[in-house]
């Protein structure tokens, strides 16, 4: 899910979920949270928020429940509701962009994520081969690498992680390119969670790439159904620059998909895919090439998807923008997409601007092919902007009408969109945490995304936060997390990943 960028950017709103081992972790206590006061309802588990509002980790640690399988590429027990995955970080110093590294899976229930109910994995966890290009321990993982997909149709979601071995050369595309070949491994899921058969550890698989991409691999994986036809796909960018990759489903257990196509174009830049439909009714999932970013804000080709049909075609410019959300924003059935001002800017001198049709706003392309509708974003409080924006989009339908809202990152939280009406999510982390005090302009959380993860058909909304220089200028390394009632006050659960990785298996 990574690709090249000429500075240091924030990441993008898309979490997906992620699944479990027989990790148990006992949690060390949050400590160094202020006296604020936010009045957050405590979640099921026993975690939930402080007495002085701020999130904490939960005293408890129970194994997930095995499910019979589903169809949702999020829900990794197979239990029928969705689960949330955050990536964790192993020391006490969650700015270190050296320190380890490893992703946990919160589960939902029927009445939503249960922070308590949690498995943690590393790379050895996921039978991954080690990385030399790593600067982390030999079992770190990051969430950046990984996504979620039932490549074999079983019923469990699949890890599919990106991981860099040795450099390479290739020069088949009419320069010579120089790279650590990059390469998707599958860790194949099942009922007692990804990476095990019968309870014991497997070693992933390698993904099988066409001959042109294998000599360097490729990067930006992201997962969807291309074709609408119910199975589980893969695309990705060739690192030799040479094409678009997609690998359609159903995959073997040896790796190798069942068709692939390599007639779309290289662009340098990042993918991002419609979701894959929970439910898991067949839903063909557009995919959209976001150009290179040195923080202006940059062009998008939409190649749309058609059931029945390979994606294909030379494209459709849209507007430029950094922030993206696929979603029904009009509440017609169809999927639209939304394209807007991240209010990321250039730090050049004389480039820190962006063009009046631009700047500010957000557009919405409807499904059905008509004009796009364009939205004025929120305003920039004074002094508060930076040249790394305050974040991007998520798709999210907290009231279940069946109609998606674009909720929007801001300086102070997040606004969501939906039609005429625009509501404020907030949530601020402690004054004071690990003995330092907190500037005020970095104490809002940050959305990570929209799910329903109690089954409801309603959304609950996903912020996130933590102290230091690292999330209060891109949003990474988050280690407080609430999971909102809606686009209330109110919070379903709440919990701090403070010691998730303290034990392993």
Request: glycine share 14%.
């Amino acid at each position: 899910m990574g690709s090249v960028r000429l500075k240091r950017m924030k990441p993008r709103t898309a979490f997906p979920a992620i699944a479990v081992t027989a990790v148990c972790v006992v949690l060390a206590p949050l400590t160094g949270c202020g006296s604020d006061t936010a009045g957050r309802k405590p979640s099921p588990s026993g975690g939930g928020a402080s007495a002085s509002g701020v999130p904490r980790a939960p005293t408890e640690s129970r194994a997930p429940v095995s499910g019979k399988g589903a169809k949702d590429p999020d829900d990794i027990n197979g239990d029928g509701f969705t689960d949330l995955v955050v990536p964790v970080s192993v020391g006490d110093d969650p700015d270190d962009p050296g320190g380890d590294q490893r992703v946990a899976v919160v589960y939902g229930s029927a009445k939503g994520l249960d922070p308590a109910t949690r498995t943690v994995y590393g790379r050895q966890d996921l039978g991954l081969p080690a990385s030399p290009q790593s600067r982390a321990g030999a079992d770190s993982v990051t969430k950046e690498a990984l996504v979620t997909a039932d490549l074999d149709g079983d019923g469990f979601p699949d890890f599919v992680t990106s991981v860099a071995g040795e450099d390479a050369t290739d020069d088949t595309s009419g320069g010579q390119i120089t790279a650590s070949r990059t390469v998707p491994y599958v860790t194949w899921g099942g009922p007692a969670g990804p990476g095990t058969k019968s309870g014991a550890k497997s070693e992933a698989t390698e993904v099988r790439l066409p001959q042109s991409v294998t000599k360097l691999g490729v990067q930006s994986v992201v997962r969807g159904d291309f074709d609408g036809d119910g199975h589980h796909d893969l695309a990705a960018l060739a690192y030799n620059q040479s094409s678009l990759v997609l690998l359609y489903g159903p995959f073997t257990r040896a790796g190798a998909p069942t068709r692939t196509d390599t007639g779309l174009p290289w662009q340098e830049g990042d993918l991002v895919a419609d979701d894959i439909d929970p439910s898991g009714t067949p839903r063909a999932t557009s995919l959209l090439l976001h150009g290179l970013s040195d923080g202006e804000q940059s062009g998008n080709i939409l190649y749309s998807a058609r059931r029945g049909t390979p994606l294909a075609g030379k494209g459709k410019e849209l507007r430029l923008g950094n922030a993206h959300a696929f979603g029904d924003f009009d509440g017609d059935g169809q999927r639209d997409v939304a394209i807007g001002d991240d209010r990321s800017r250039n730090d050049e001198p004389g480039s820190d601007t962006e063009a009046p049709e631009v700047n500010g706003s957000l557009a919405v392309y409807p499904g059905s092919g008509g004009a796009p509708v364009t939205h004025r974003l929120p305003e920039v409080p004074k002094k508060l902007s930076t040249y790394y924006g305050p974040g991007g989009f998520a798709a999210a339908d907290p009231d279940g009408d069946g109609r998606d809202g674009v909720l929007v990152a801001t300086y102070e939280g997040a606004t969501l969109i939906d039609g005429d009406r625009r509501t404020a999510v907030l949530r601020q982390g402690p004054a004071k945490a690990d003995g330092k005090k907190t500037p005020a302009k970095w104490r809002h959380a940050r959305h990570a995304g929209a799910a329903d993860f109690d089954g409801d058909g309603k959304d609950e909304l996903v912020l996130n936060w933590a102290s230091g220089t690292v999330f209060g200028l891109y949003g990474e390394n988050p280690t407080h997390w609430w999971i909102t009632d809606g686009t209330t006050s109110r919070d379903r659960a709440s919990f701090a990943t403070t010691g998730f990785g303290a034990e392993t298996s």
